[in-house]
Structures are given as structure tokens and as C-alpha cells.
């Protein structure tokens, strides 16, 4: 092995031991006409949850509160080992923690898998703060009620943040999980 190989070989064994290796194993569909998410482990569906969309539509325009379309990656996950239904502020836990279905305010709650775009039409993805997350509205899943982000119910997003790593690649479409 000359010099330039070992170097690289160094530099890999790095990037992997800092948490920099990307989740290939698993891809995430999310259908805004079905409301649902679909887990996929090395090509086979191991997962389907309920969740909610916007109730502005689809697109990444600044301020649009609309669920941007095509291929994300999951860039950053936040929440590790807090209890469920915690709220988040800033993206950081709050101590205030809410049950399900609670009357009142609709914080981001449990967990956050923070979505990077990768394409001309969701650029705008990662500075909107668009997240996979928990919700305390878990009666509303199933129906486009969100302001951009992607809601599940708490115990969903768990399972799903302990399933899945960075680099996860997501695909959010308009059509059916059918077709």
C-alpha cells in the first residue's frame, strides 16, 4: 500500500467512526395523496405509517408553509433518548412533554429527522426547517394538516428515527404508494 492508499484508508475509517457514513439500507416514500409513509429495508417494505402533509400543498418557496417534492436525505437526527411527546423549540427539548391528542398548541414533539434537498425543487428544503416529526395531533394524521413538515404520531417516529441513519434517502410524491 503506498502512501496516498493508506492516507485514504485513514481518512474512510474516520468519516466512519464520526457518524459521516451514509444509511443505504433503507429509503423512505411518502405519498401526499395517501397520507402515508412507506419504509423500505434493502428494497422490501417493512413499514407503513399514517401520517399528515401541509395543508398549503406541495412546493419549497420561502414562506409557503407548503411539503416540498422529489429526493431528500435525512441530514440530521435530533431527539436521541428523550421521552415521547417531548417539545421541541429551536430543536432543542423543552422538559415540557405532551400526550397524545392534547387540546391546545401543535409543537414538533419526540423526535426530528431534518430532510436536505436534493434537487432544483426542494432546495429549500433544509433552510425551511422541514422535518420528519412527532405530533401531539395524532387524530389529524391521515389528512394534509401540517405547515410543511412531515407529522407522525409519536410512537411511529420513534420506531422509525431508531430504524433509520443519516443520509436516508426520502422521496416525497404526489401520487398514490400504489402506482
Not at 13 to 38: E, N
Not at 69 to 87: A, D, T
Not at 137 to 164: F, H, T, W
Request: charged content about 20%; aromatic content about 8%.
Amino acid at each position: 500500500m503506498n502512501s496516498l492508499q493508506h492516507c485514504l484508508c485513514i481518512f474512510v475509517i474516520a468519516l466512519f467512526l464520526v457518524g459521516c457514513a451514509h444509511d443505504t439500507r433503507h429509503r423512505i416514500i411518502i405519498s401526499a395523496a395517501d397520507q402515508k409513509m412507506a419504509l423500505l429495508e434493502d428494497g422490501k417494505q417493512i413499514a407503513l405509517y399514517r401520517i399528515s402533509t401541509s395543508k398549503y400543498g406541495l412546493g419549497d418557496t420561502f414562506g409557503s408553509y407548503a411539503t416540498p417534492v422529489g429526493r431528500l436525505v435525512v441530514c440530521q437526527k435530533i431527539g436521541e433518548g428523550v421521552p415521547c411527546g417531548m417539545v421541541f423549540k429551536d430543536r432543542k427539548p423543552t422538559g415540557e412533554i405532551l400526550s397524545p391528542n392534547a387540546p391546545g398548541r401543535d409543537p414538533i414533539v419526540t423526535r426530528i429527522l431534518w430532510l436536505k434537498g436534493t434537487e432544483p425543487q426542494n432546495r429549500n428544503a433544509y433552510a425551511r426547517y422541514i422535518y420528519i416529526h412527532g405530533t401531539p395531533e395524532e387524530n389529524n394524521l391521515g389528512q394534509p394538516k401540517s405547515y410543511g413538515c412531515i407529522r407522525m404520531s409519536s410512537a411511529d417516529v420513534v420506531q422509525l428515527y431508531e430504524r433509520v441513519g443519516k443520509g436516508t434517502r426520502v422521496e416525497i410524491v404526489e401520487g398514490s404508494l400504489s402506482n
